[in-house]
């Protein structure tokens, strides 16, 4: 069964700081990795999706790189600012043979993160 | 800008009480996904469809949950009789196969 886990579960830092956020999955045959950010009593975003044959994903100031065989994904946000402040969730979609992908996304914690002024 | 609707947004019921959670998808998207979310257990696939057919409800109580979309346009989840570990907040989500979903507001349910 696979499952996902991300650490820290919470991290505060000042504005302007760059920081990462670390997600971890206990199979590797993964389909796709996605990041997502949700706000307070809002529905989750999506940020970015890495494919299982890709090693990383960039968005304005967030990269993703994924490392399947080590079982781990990173999140990496540069030059932190106030309205980044927000839950980051880590979610995986296993592999089915043949037909490829399953949109069963299993869903780590999440992180909250707080970007201080 | 197209988005994933849900009523009621907030629910507040006596444990007994049905309860029953309408979600409208994406006009297009074929796949309807239904989370709950948790602060213990974190997000968990409850059901999905495609086109309309229920594939995968492993993740669902099922003597007191059912999930049906009557059609194309609606999706519901229904709590019968509803209990206190069922507060929760159960998102709604709709795609295309093997895209990434886009995830509604949420109903937040809380069972006295």
């Known amino acids: 069964k696979q499952e996902v886990t991300q650490i820290p579960a919470a991290l505060s830092v000042p504005e302007g700081e760059n920081l990462v956020l670390n997600c971890s999955f206990t199979d590797s045959a993964i389909y796709n990795l996605q990041w997502f950010r949700q706000d307070p009593g809002k529905g989750l975003t999506s940020l970015l999706l890495i494919q299982s044959s890709q090693r990383e994903q960039t968005s304005g100031r967030l990269n993703a790189s994924l490392d399947k065989s080590s079982g781990r994904s990173t999140l990496y946000i540069a030059a932190s600012q106030p309205g980044d402040s927000a839950t980051y969730l880590c979610?995986?979609?296993?592999?089915?043979?043949?037909?490829?992908?399953?949109?069963?996304?299993?869903f780590g914690k999440g992180t909250k993160l707080t970007v201080n002024p | 800008d197209a988005r994933v609707t849900q009523t009621p947004r907030h629910k507040v019921t006596e444990m007994g009480q049905e309860v029953t959670m309408r979600c409208q998808p994406i006009l297009g998207h074929n796949t309807v996904f239904w989370y709950r979310q948790t602060m213990m257990q974190g997000l968990e696939l409850l059901a999905y469809f495609r086109n309309r057919a229920p594939l995968d409800d492993s993740g669902m109580p099922k003597d007191r949950f059912s999930a049906e979309m009557p059609d194309a346009t609606l999706a519901t989840l229904k709590i019968q009789p509803s209990e206190p570990r069922d507060s929760a907040v159960y998102f709604c989500?709709?795609?295309?196969?093997?895209?990434?979903?886009?995830f509604g507001p949420g109903t937040r349910l809380l069972v006295l």
């Open positions: 989500a709709s795609g295309l196969a093997l895209a990434y979903p886009y």
């Open positions: 979610a995986v979609s296993g592999f089915i043979f043949p037909q490829g992908g399953s949109e069963k996304l299993v």
